[in-house]
T-cell receptor, first 116, second 114 residues
Framework: GAVVSQHPSRVICKSGTSVKIECRSL??????MFWYRQFPKQSLMLMAT?????????EQGVEKDKFLINHASLTLSTLTVTSAHPEDSSFYIC????????????FGPGTRLTVL | QQQVKQSPQSLIVQKGGISIINCAYE??????FPWYQQFPGKGPALLIA?????SEKKEGRFTISFNKSAKQFSLHIMDSQPGDSATYFC?????????????FGSGTKLNVKP
């Protein structure tokens, strides 16, 4: 199997607060994890790529100080949205790659963030 | 520049019909082409994928056709069912080009009418 979980599935927070989203590979070791953002009825926008034990690589236009990514182990990556604002409201999805399948990404179920 | 172009944006098919979604890519370095299915409020799930060394891959009712010279690939859903109603994304990637970054198409919302 290749199961990726995300927690929480939904979160509502007040403007100015920080929110942490966890991404876990449940039955495999993930050498690389990806974080995406998806707006309604749109495609997935890659935010950053993270490898275990190293700093994340952010896509152009993504603020690294606002979207903090930590990939502390081969099964866990976290995305922290700092000082959240209403425009950060979105669907955040992570994906993970197996060490043995470097061309396939397995996606988590996503996290719906609403910033009031 | 959009690396993968997908069409149509939406598609309505009668139950039992064939759904066809098309994608075109620019970068000849791409060597892996997956299709993902996404239901509302859920993450994308890998449906089927193909490499450019074959022209067609079939898994159950789902078939990918690949035309390397035209740089196009398509998803065919045979005997479409209402449960197939979802958004479908094509993607392209290459480990040798940008270390497995996936380039996604814009998505196709499929509605299969009962």
């Amino acid at each position: 199997g290749a199961v990726v979980s995300q927690h929480p599935s939904r979160v509502i927070c007040k403007s100015g607060t920080s929110v942490k989203i966890e991404c876990r590979s449940l039955d495999f070791q993930a050498t690389t994890m990806f974080w995406y953002r998806q707006f309604p009825k749109q495609s997935l926008m890659l935010m950053a790529t993270s490898n275990e034990g190293s700093k994340a690589t952010y896509e152009q236009g993504v603020e690294k100080d606002k979207f903090l990514i930590n990939h502390a182990s081969l099964t866990l990556s976290t995305l922290t949205v700092t000082s959240a604002h209403p425009e950060d409201s979105s669907f955040y999805i992570c994906s993970a790659q197996k060490r043995t399948e470097t061309d396939t990404q397995y996606f988590g179920p996503g996290t719906r963030l609403t910033v009031l | 520049q959009q690396q993968v172009k997908q069409s149509p944006q939406s598609l309505i098919v009668q139950k039992g019909g064939i759904s066809i979604i098309n994608c075109a890519y620019e970068n000849t370095a791409f060597d892996y082409f997956p299709w993902y299915q996404q239901f509302p409020g859920k993450g994308p799930a890998l449906l089927i994928a193909i490499r450019p060394d074959v022209s067609e891959k079939k898994e159950g009712r789902f078939t990918i056709s690949f035309n390397k010279s035209a740089k196009q690939f398509s998803l065919h859903i045979m005997d479409s069912q209402p449960g197939d109603s979802a958004t479908y994304f094509c993607a392209a990637t290459s480990y040798s080009y940008n270390f497995n970054k996936f380039y996604f198409g814009s998505g196709t919302k499929l509605n299969v009418k009962p």
